[in-house]
């Protein structure tokens, strides 16, 4: 298993929820790691991402200033903290790796993942 999601769970509406994907160190070190979420009957979603080469990251804009993704090399995870939590925000959320992105993009699109975790699932109570 090359990527492992967890942290899910059940919070009402304006809570707070951490998830984490635990990655081998070569993943950590030689791709940008992203996070996605699906909902039944919907295609899966990119969320954030961060970069390898500089840790930069990027963000939908439905998540921009709630979610904060960030990573640690001393246990090789990346973390999303997700903030002010919505209803809407309500999915199996998914963990993957991306090494090429194409220029001017965000490369976190579903079918330019290389490496994919198991889900794990966000309920938002209202």
């Known amino acids: 298993v090359q990527l492992q999601a967890s942290g899910g769970g059940l919070v009402q509406a304006g809570g707070s929820l951490r998830l984490s994907c635990a990655t081998s160190?070569?993943?950590?070190?030689?791709?940008?790691i992203g996070w996605f979420r699906q909902t039944p009957g919907n295609e899966r979603e990119g969320v954030s991402c961060?970069?390898?080469?500089?840790?930069?990251?990027y963000y939908v804009d439905s998540v921009k200033g709630r979610f904060t993704i960030s990573k640690d090399k001393s246990n090789n995870t990346v973390y999303l903290q997700m903030n002010s939590l919505k209803p809407e925000d309500t999915a199996v959320y998914y963990c993957?790796?991306?090494?090429?992105?194409?220029?001017?993009?965000?490369?976190?699109?579903?079918?330019?993942?290389?490496?994919w975790g198991k889900g794990t699932l966000v309920t938002v109570s209202s």
């Open positions: 993957a790796a991306f090494g090429a992105l194409a220029a001017g993009t965000s490369g976190l699109t579903r079918n330019n993942m290389d490496y």
């Open positions: 961060i970069y390898s080469v500089d840790s930069s990251t």
């Open positions: 160190a070569f993943i950590f070190d030689e791709y940008n």
